[in-house]
């Protein structure tokens, strides 16, 4: 690929002009589908094909809706023509993609297809067969517009702080001001802030929990979190992995920060740690300021990439070619960033909000390894090919962290900032896996007890915060602040049990640093060939592939966690 506009492949199925505008005009298509003859495994893999790339405008034309509304949550028409795609659209797909995956495995040609490439696919349309129920559809579609509140509500959040109306992604780049007085003034605001909208969002929360344990019992699980393994198609882990990993991140990473904690304190000569010290520098230096605007973000992020392998930045400039980015924060922008795949034309969407703090360079890079994983599976047979599962998908982004890490003097040409720079990123994976590992362990419990209260729900979470928070942290007087942080998780109410995978994929993109500061070429070329498989294997094969073991065992763990410590102990 090179850095020039791209356009989406010649369409064979549907009219080139194609529009969703009603669900008539879609499904004529799925009729079709339907009531085809498959006479011969060629027939079958010309309905496959027609399938896929249904499927893949479907899914890009609900993807521009979603990039659409969260650019701009206050621009009305934008959350309609989402909302109208999940109310009238997905619900209609949802029956005829049972009957479609019904005919697929009823097929006597099934068993001529190349089983090296679509094992791992066929073992997904059966489990979807396993657990779809038609009673689930409303019930299905409510959860997605009930989810998106979240957004909206937290989208809307500002503090005034001199006099200025701030977003929240503002405000907390302030947590890095040398001056002790304003971390905590801005740090008090932000919290009184979210504190107006706690009952509100634990209100959502409480009806999210009862729609999705209906789902549960409505699909025969006993509760909604094996109901969310089986729809996620967690083939290759169990639970008693998870609670597995929650162990090995507590008892191996915990340790790593209490000491980053205490070294934190003294070094910055404090009788008390409270968690409005957590980000500043200890030497009480300004912030990181990697970048300016936005334009000079991608600017450097492209020189960047190329610096680590040219066919990357490549990605990047075509996507800013083709108006495939928004990276600034500002007031009514949905918080968070994303990296969404548009299956049909291959070249994914890249939505942040950057304020020209070090964790948006971090960010930009991570989703950058999203983008890189989209365009080279963009070829693939069929769209679900190119659909990995997060375990995959965040081990390409996570990866992307630490091998661009190598490159950042493009935007630290200090070298103590550059060695700063470096030291945060490395602190903050091990405190990351430490939350990951928490969220996880929290939803857990939530879903095993789907009839707690509010208070519980509260109560429960600092059961669970205590054990993967650094004891050196002083939260006194600030109970009620560390009970609910679990709201600031985008994650717990919009796509519950997709979090985990960022820690088993961190754990796997530290393996992939290692080899690449061993040997960068062979590391590059086993990364790339894990991500060209899309997912055409198991997770296992897939990391196998990189180089590396999907594997969180206490020993794994611990070997990984010394590596880091080492490459800490380089940087002082």
């Known amino acids: ?128 067969l396993e657990i779809y129920r038609e009673e689930n559809i409303p019930l299905l579609t409510k959860l997605s517009v009930e989810s998106q509140k979240y957004a909206a509500i937290t989208g809307a959040m500002t503090i ?16 890095k001001d040398v001056d002790r007085n304003v971390r905590e003034q ?34 025969g699980f006993k509760n909604y979190r094996d109901y969310k393994f089986a729809e996620l198609g967690r083939f290759d882990y169990t639970v008693a992995d998870c609670f597995s990993f929650h162990d090995s ?58 610096n680590v392998r040219p066919a990357y930045a490549d990605v990047l400039e075509t996507m800013k070619t083709m108006g495939h980015l928004d990276l600034e924060s500002r007031i009514g922008k949905a918080p968070g960033g994303y990296n969404y795949p548009l299956y049909e034309i291959g070249l994914p969407f890249i939505f942040m909000n950057s304020v020209g703090a070090h964790r948006d360079l971090v960010t930009m890079v991570h989703e950058g390894g999203h983008a890189i994983h989209s365009v080279y599976t963009k070829d693939l047979e069929i769209t679900d090919f190119k659909s990995f599962p997060s375990e995959v998908a965040e081990l390409a982004s996570m990866s992307m962290e630490l091998i661009s890490m190598e490159h950042w003097d493009v935007f630290f040409t200090d070298a103590d900032e550059l060695k700063r720079a470096k030291k945060e990123q490395l602190q ?25 209260t509010a208070e519980e729900r509260m109560k429960g979470w600092e059961n669970v915060i205590s054990n993967f928070s650094s004891k050196v942290v002083d939260w006194i007087g600030i109970e009620d602040v560390r009970s609910r942080t679990w709201q600031n998780q985008l994650h717990i109410f919009e796509v519950p049990f997709y979090y985990i995978e960022y820690g088993m994929a961190q754990l796997g993109a530290f393996a992939v640093w290692r080899n690449y500061k061993q040997n960068p070429q062979n590391a590059l070329d086993n990364y790339e060939a894990a991500l060209k498989l899309g997912y055409t294997k198991s997770i296992h094969e897939i990391y196998r592939t990189a180089g590396i073991e999907f594997n969180f065992s206490q020993s794994y763990v611990r070997e990984l966690a010394l590596f880091v410590k080492r490459e800490l102990d380089k940087l002082g």
Request: charged share 30%.
């Open 1 to 128: 690929m090179s850095a020039q506009k791209i356009t989406r492949p010649k369409r064979n199925f549907l009219p080139e002009e194609f529009t969703i505008n009603s669900w008539e005009s879609i499904e004529t298509y799925f009729k079709d589908l339907n009531i085809r003859s498959i006479n011969s495994v060629e027939e079958l893999k010309k309905w496959l094909h027609d399938k896929s790339e249904l499927e893949a405008v479907l899914s890009e034309d609900m993807g521009w809706r979603y990039i659409k509304m969260t650019c701009d949550t206050t621009n009305q028409s934008l959350t309609d023509s989402f909302t109208f795609f999940v109310e009238n659209i997905e619900p209609n797909i949802a029956p005829y993609s049972n009957e479609l995956n019904k005919k697929l495995i009823a097929s006597p040609f099934i068993s001529m297809l190349d089983q090296n490439l679509y094992k791992v696919y066929l073992r997904g349309v059966k489990n979807a």
């Open 160 to 175: 005034e702080w001199k006099g200025e109306k701030i977003t929240m992604q503002k405000a907390w780049s302030y947590l």
């Open 186 to 219: 801005v740090f008090q605001l932000i919290q009184k802030r979210r504190s107006e909208d706690q009952d509100k969002l634990n209100d959502l929360f409480s009806e999210l929990i009862k729609l999705r344990h209906q789902v549960a019992f409505n699909a």
């Open 249 to 306: 991140i507590a008892k191996e990473i915990l340790p790593l920060a209490e000491a980053s904690s205490l070294e934190r304190k003294n070094l910055l000569k404090l009788d008390s740690l409270r968690p409005w010290d957590n980000d500043v520098d200890v030497e009480s230096k300004p912030a990181l300021h990697p970048f300016n605007t936005s334009e000079d973000l991608i600017t450097k992020s492209i020189e960047c990439f190329k």
């Open 428 to 452: 903050d994976a091990l405190k990351t896996l430490l939350w990951i590992a928490a969220v996880d362990k929290f939803q857990h419990w939530i879903y095993e007890n789907p009839e707690h």
